[in-house]
């Protein structure tokens, strides 16, 4: 047996070698050929009125003949798409030919950005570093509605993967009976690339809902992300392209704003002037500066339910953040020990603890490559003082250095910095400042096959001087029939990243996961899995004391009409350190603290189609809690009146039954939001939220009006209750205009 073992690891560490090094792995098929077309250069000017009649199309070289990626991966697309390319000194005009069934394509909304998925669409990913590891991304639909975003890290996982990234461009389209033309014309300061490269690594997919298939240029298979850059196409450019320096951007807004106060019984009136500036440092850094800045257009977020005694990360917004982001936000692990997390900039807790805005003076950041294979990362913030609240005024800082190593694997390093230059009495002297250095090796094999990551951090604080740091390794291996993958993390009593997110201290984590995918033929489910996955946690401090563990069962299968469902079985141990009220109730008698709670429950999930008009999700839960009983639903649903007004709802219900004296609880959110696009310029969305366990109502509404390229006027409306006697807490508007400006 032992011996077994040992050519079985053996065998896994050749796989991951062949992987590394850009050998393909012997067990896992893939594209035997690179595909490729040629991109020529002309001197005439396209207007992209979605119309392909101009002469100058006709010589044009194609990429088509697409291959279907679901519901097969090894078939030609039913439906065919031909996208064509042409380029001058400024810009890199597209046209497209999309073939369908008819002229019943599902549109979520005209507004820009849109969700690709549920929707018909076409996008184009473009590596202009041929890095295989970051990507532009730009889509169109059949009405001409526009959407950017970038793609990092290879593309392995969702993270890697934002449409909040803006840039100028224009597209349109134009509808026939069986098909649908665009056209782009993306100014080629939009991206970055080397002066005198030949050659960017591209694909495309697109989702189409008559037809039921979702096609690609490059074929991808289908246990892999369909954004996944390591499997591209080339687009080979007729001359080399010259040097290109995007303009400067000037971004200045005005906002005028109205808040009440109900508990304070106060009103504020403000003017606030600031902006930002994109500063083009050669063909691929960008410099961003912030002044004032202003986030009040930016959605709410939306709110949840937490049964857990631990924080729960939100997502980020503000655009200032979003470009290569990834460089800074990707250290660490995402769950457990991620030293930096934006979204703790800006925002501070008060004096009775409740979470408020922290006022940004200003900050830089310079982000980009300084040659193919290393990026840079440089970013330095000033928040405001405010000492009613008892918060200082802190720098943030943060310097971050990634190389490439072997065919698409990294190496990166960051140093993180928060600190408070002035004495203020309320600040104790261990909170002064918080230093973190760490460093990262990130494992992307070229087909993507085996990915993986290890990681080293320390803090730096006043009066700690060990047991501060965090330090973690993961392994993934993904084929079409097996996915494999484990991680052990250790995080110290000590360790402290004020920038980050870290969940808790004190633990050594080991997850594995273990999952055995089915692709059965002529059969109405597509595929499905079993899988298997441990979670155990460990207090170091505690002699090791196994605190938690989470072992988990799961079926799940994906149908041929796109609808999925999953069943589950959770079995859970869960040592309480210190008292906990899981209801979170205000006045409960918490579960005593130093005891350990065993608890089982059973999980189900259906997800409906999403291409229909109509479509809903349910997921029960029922089992045991902690030593009591729990019985949870949650679901959504959404309707489309298309293509302009778009219905959704979400709804949670959690029932806590716990025994005397302890409370119960029933807790509710329920959230519905109204989205209507008058036009592709013009947009109201309003979002209602009704949360009792954190005694909130809330109504946002925001009309937005694009009255330019990326200048837009906004008028925003929020009001907050208390749930118990519907008692007002705050109502704020703001009107604000922010403008766009090249130089």
Same mark, same amino acid.
């Not at 994906?558 to 906990?580: G, M, N, P, V």
């Given at each position: ?35 490729? =077309? ?47 390319? &042409? ?49 532009? &991304? ?16 290879g593309g392995i996982d969702r993270r890697g993967f934002t449409i909040s990234w803006d840039v100028k461009w224009q597209g349109n389209s ?31 997919y697109r989702f189409d809902n008559q037809s039921n298939e979702t096609t690609t240029w490059a074929n991808i298979p289908q246990n892999q ?98 470009? !290569? ?84 694997? !990294? ?30 090796? !990130? &494992? ?10 290890? =990681? ?24 079409? !029939? ?262």
């Amino acid at each position: 047996m032992v011996k077994n073992l040992t050519c079985l690891v053996l065998f896994l560490t050749s796989l991951a070698f062949y992987g590394q090094v850009g050998i393909k792995s012997p067990i896992y098929y893939g594209q035997n050929k690179t595909r490729s =077309f040629v991109v020529k250069k002309i001197d005439n000017v396209i207007i992209p009125d979605g119309i392909l009649n101009e002469p100058i199309w006709e010589t044009a070289n194609s990429a088509d003949n697409f291959w279907q990626y679901f519901p097969l991966d090894s078939v030609q697309a039913k439906q065919q798409t031909e996208i064509k390319m &042409l380029y001058d000194d400024k810009n890199l005009y597209i046209g497209i030919i999309v073939y369908a069934e008819g002229k019943d394509y599902s549109i979520q909304s005209l507004k820009r950005d849109f969700r690709a998925g549920n929707s018909d669409n076409i996008t184009l990913l473009f590596d202009t570093f041929n890095d295989n590891n970051n990507a532009f &991304l730009f889509g169109i639909n059949p009405y001409g509605v526009q959407r950017e975003g970038l793609v990092s890290g290879g593309g392995i996982d969702r993270r890697g993967f934002t449409i909040s990234w803006d840039v100028k461009w224009q597209g349109n389209s134009k509808i026939y009976d069986s098909w649908y033309t665009s056209e782009m014309v993306i100014p080629l300061t939009s991206f970055k690339f080397k002066e005198g490269e030949t050659k960017w690594r591209f694909n495309s997919y697109r989702f189409d809902n008559q037809s039921n298939e979702t096609t690609t240029w490059a074929n991808i298979p289908q246990n892999q992300n369909i954004f996944g850059l390591g499997f591209m196409g080339e687009m080979v450019f007729e001359k080399p392209l010259g040097k290109s320096r995007t303009p400067m951007a000037l971004i200045p807004y005005v906002n005028g704003s109205a808040l009440k106060d109900f508990e304070e019984d106060n009103t504020t009136n403000k003017l606030s002037v600031g902006g930002d500036a994109k500063i083009s440092i050669g063909n691929s850094m960008n410099l961003d500066i912030t002044v004032n800045p202003d986030f009040s257009q930016v959605e709410v977020d939306d709110q949840v339910t937490n049964l857990s005694r631990f924080e729960i990360s939100l997502p980020e917004k503000r655009q200032f953040f979003i470009d !290569n982001n990834d460089l800074f936000g990707s250290f660490g692990d995402s769950r457990d020990a991620n030293p930096f997390f934006s979204r703790r900039i800006g925002i501070a807790n008060d004096t009775a603890g409740n979470t408020i805005e922290n006022k940004i003076i200003g900050g830089v950041r310079l982000s980009g490559k300084l040659t193919k294979g290393l990026r840079l990362g440089f970013l330095n913030i000033q928040t405001a003082e405010d000492e009613d609240n008892e918060i200082p005024s802190n720098n943030n800082m943060m310097l971050a250095l990634q190389q490439t190593v072997f065919s698409r694997s !990294n190496i990166g390093f960051f140093f993180i910095n928060r600190q408070s230059f002035e004495d203020y009495d309320f600040v104790l002297p261990e909170d002064e400042y918080n230093r973190v250095l760490g460093i990262d090796y !990130n &494992l992307i094999s070229r087909d993507n096959v085996w990915n993986g990551k290890f =990681f080293f951090q320390k803090s730096f604080q006043p009066g700690i001087k060990d047991n501060d740091i965090a330090t973690g390794a993961r392994l993934e291996y993904n084929s079409r !029939n097996y996915n494999i993958s484990g991680k052990l993390i250790y995080v110290a009593e000590d360790f402290r990243s004020d920038l980050g997110f870290v969940r808790r201290t004190d633990i050594l984590k080991s997850f594995v996961q273990f999952e055995r995918v089915f692709w059965p033929r002529n059969s109405f489910i597509q595929n499905h899995a079993f899988q298997i996955f441990p979670i155990a946690l460990w207090s170091p401090s505690m002699d090791l004391k196994n605190t938690d563990y989470d072992v988990r069962g799961q079926w799940q299968a994906r149908f041929r009409d796109q609808s999925r469902f999953s069943a589950e079985f959770s079995h859970k141990y869960t040592f309480l350190i210190d008292d906990f009220d899981p209801t979170g109730s205000d006045d409960g008698i918490p579960l005593p603290g130093n005891q350990g709670y065993y608890y089982n429950s059973v999980q189900v999930e259906f997800n409906s189609d999403r291409r229909k008009i109509f479509s809903y999700s349910l997921e029960p839960t029922i089992g045991r809690f902690f030593n009591g009983n729990r019985f949870s639903v949650q679901g959504g649903m959404t309707f489309r009146f298309q293509p302009k007004v778009f219905l959704s709802m979400f709804m949670r219900y959690d029932k806590i039954e716990l025994p005397d004296p302890y409370p119960s609880a029933d807790i509710w959110l329920i959230s519905p939001k109204i989205e209507v696009t008058f036009s592709k310029s013009i947009f109201w969305s309003t979002l209602i939220q009704y949360s009792n366990q954190r005694d909130n109502f809330g109504i946002n509404s925001r009309l937005q009006w694009r009255f330019a390229p990326l200048s837009d006027l906004f008028l925003v409306y929020n009001d907050n209750y208390f749930v118990d006697g519907f008692a007002p807490k705050t109502r704020s508007i703001n009107l604000k205009i922010t403008y766009w400006l090249n130089i």
